[in-house]
């Protein structure tokens, strides 16, 4: 089959590799329709995570058919068309009957690298560093998914494959960050980051019946995107984002903030730019500067809520406004399998229709272009879905 | 000098109440004329009284074990502080019982314990062990089980004239609030000089407690998950000469 292979930072191919097979008794094999690239894998591109290997076969956010499952698999069929979450998880260790899915005991092969990292292992991840499995992604015509019985979704036949495929992680992942704010009635949210998990983040404050949604980027069509899901939106190019969420808050501050960022902000103030300086020097290995705002303008008692991935040490956070405001934080790769089913009936209900982030489909083929313009938001990317078993044109 | 303990916690007492009960029949059958079968009856009631009483088990002793202050009988096993010791511990979404019984049946071991090629079971007590070695060669050595408290522990050491002096425990136990079985294992091994010493010291690794540890971490997913998770044998695309990491 054909997969999209990372070989090193700024080096991924299409290559020829051997077809999955069934290795343990829930697996099924899955055949791919229609696939994604995640902001998350830029930070593989672009050499961020570590335990990567030369032959890792990247893409977490995909569906497609079932062409194969295990013998113990007695909830799939050949056939069935369905949604993977990009987390993999046992479904009945401690964690995972907790609802805690991502952070399953049992799903991850190298479990014994994440306790050296993070004390303890969380779970497994389709294309995402051998930290987190070294499991073969989903960016291929085909993928072996493990433990099938309990991630995959079921999806009913009149739904086209864009509708529903971000129910494999910028869904769900924008909509548990929503969740994590605990919206109250007349409550302001600010969110850091328009790209399609901050636009998902944005619609589900909404959702759960946020009053506002302000906004942070400096990217046009992304602050045009977030403006047409209802969002206020401030840009950090030319605007002093503490002082005008004051401003615009009755000098309150927002009630939540999201950092849906994560560790390579690119932000326009002196830290973001002595963060970049550090991290080039390994003085530091992520780049927290939206959350430093983030921290930095929530109100009093407030919640900040991230999605954005963290994976190292980060340097000069502001813990002590963190404390003296009594913060709560929350964060954490998303606990997918709870929200999977409920955000599938929202979009059968018509209440939201993901698909309004994408911006360009490529086949397979071109994905390392894809990858390109995605990084470098060339040609007003903001999301890019690939089909692997078009030809190329 | 008080006699050290070595029975501990509900086996004490359980040593205690059996005891009683015992001495009491034993005492019954003496009335009903049954003399010396009686007497004895009563006097090994009266042993496990003073067991259950004192903690302290002569028997238990002589074999050279404890079932008190976490099961220390490996040490003990062995006869001092010899070896290497390795304690590890996991806990188990899953009934004790379960996890006993499966652990129980030995010829189950080498499914998670990645060093060992086969468990056979030659008696009720006695099992014979083949163990991986570096080269494709195989160790083999007889154990025997020195303690059982069913769904709690199981004890074993090898057998005299074995080429690897170890001995063993794995304690199941309750966690909290229906947070499942912490399951507690003591490894105690002593590696002879020369060739045999260095097969045990390759099947241990740099770090014996990473091995042990990574045993126990397949035995969890065997128990909750049914399978131990994989990559092996997963497409991969060519791979240079340079792994990057």
């Known amino acids: 089959m054909k997969a999209l292979v990372w070989h090193a930072t700024n080096d991924v191919r299409v290559e020829r590799v051997p077809d999955p097979t069934i290795l343990n008794p829930r697996d099924a094999i899955i055949k791919i329709t229609t696939t994604a690239i995640c902001g998350s894998d830029l930070h593989l591109l672009d050499g961020y995570i570590p335990t990567m290997q030369a032959g890792d076969i990247l893409g977490h956010e995909f569906m497609g058919e079932v062409v194969e499952v295990g013998r113990e698999n007695t909830k799939l069929a050949v056939g069935d068309r369905v949604v993977v979450p990009f987390t993999i998880a046992c479904g009945h260790c401690f964690f995972c009957e907790k609802q805690l899915w991502s952070l399953c005991d049992n799903s991850n092969p190298n479990a014994w690298m994440a306790e050296k990292l993070y004390g303890y292992t969380t779970s497994g991840l389709f294309g995402y560093s051998h930290l987190t499995g070294g499991y073969a992604g989903g960016q291929a015509q085909y993928a072996r998914v493990p433990f099938a ?207 309004f982030v994408i911006t360009h489909r490529l086949p397979l083929d071109d994905a390392p272009r894809g990858y390109q313009m995605f990084k470098n938001k060339q040609d007003e990317c903001i999301k890019v879905v690939l089909q692997p078993h078009e030809t190329v044109h | 000098m008080t006699a050290e303990v070595n029975v501990a916690g509900v086996e004490r007492w359980a040593s205690a109440l059996g005891g009683a009960a015992l001495a009491a029949y034993g005492v019954k059958q003496m009335r009903e004329e049954r003399g010396l079968a009686g007497a004895v009856i009563a006097a090994a009631g009266g042993v ?76 009720y007590r006695r099992s014979h062990w083949v163990a991986k070695a570096p080269a494709g060669r195989t160790v083999q050595w007889d154990a025997e089980i020195i303690n059982e408290i069913p769904g709690e522990l199981i004890g074993w050491r090898t057998l005299d004239g074995a080429d690897v002096v170890s001995a063993g425990s794995v304690r199941f136990t309750r966690a909290p609030a229906g947070r499942g079985t912490e399951v507690h294992v003591r490894l105690q091994y002593d590696p002879p000089a020369g060739k045999i010493g260095a097969t045990v010291a390759w099947i241990m690794g740099h770090e014996p407690s990473q091995t042990i540890r990574e045993d126990l971490r397949r035995f969890k997913q065997l128990m909750e998950a049914g399978e131990v998770p994989t990559i092996a044998g997963q497409p991969r695309g060519k791979q240079s000469l340079l792994n990057y990491d």
């Open chain 1, 149 to 355: 019985d309990v991630g995959p979704l079921k999806i009913p036949a009149g739904l086209a494959d864009e509708q529903v495929l971000f129910l494999s992680d910028i869904f769900p992942t924008g909509y548990m960050a929503a969740e994590n704010c605990d919206i109250q009635p007349g409550d302001t949210i600010a969110v850091w980051g328009c790209g399609p998990v901050g636009q998902m983040a944005i619609r589900s404050a909404f959702l759960l019946g946020a009053e506002r949604v302000i906004a942070i980027d400096d990217v046009p069509e992304r602050i045009r995107l977030a403006q047409k899901g209802g969002a206020e939106v401030l840009n950090f190019a030319d605007e002093d984002i503490f002082e005008r969420l004051k401003a615009l808050t009755g000098g309150r501050g927002p009630d939540a903030c999201i950092d849906a960022v994560g560790l390579e902000a690119h932000g326009a103030t002196l830290d973001a730019y002595v963060d970049k300086v550090k991290a080039a020097a390994f003085l530091a290995t992520d780049r927290p500067s939206a959350l430093r705002q983030a921290i930095h303008a929530c109100r009093k008692g407030g919640i900040v809520s991230i999605p954005g991935v963290y994976g190292g040490f980060l340097d000069k956070i502001p813990f002590g406004a963190a404390f003296q405001k009594g913060l709560t934080f929350r964060m954490g790769q998303t606990h997918m399998m709870k929200y999977m089913q409920p955000l599938l009936a929202r979009i059968e209900r018509g209440e939201i229709d993901p698909s």
């Open chain 2, 48 to 123: 496990l009284i003073a067991r259950g009483g004192s903690g302290h088990c002569p028997m238990y002793a002589a074999a050279g074990f404890t079932t008190a202050n976490g099961g220390s009988d490996t040490r003990a096993a062995l006869g001092a502080r010899r070896g290497v010791t390795v304690d590890e511990v996991v806990t188990i979404n899953a009934p004790a019982e379960q996890l006993f019984a499966f652990w129980r049946n030995f010829s189950q071991l080498p499914s998670f314990m990645d060093h060992l090629v086969s468990v056979e079971q030659m008696d």
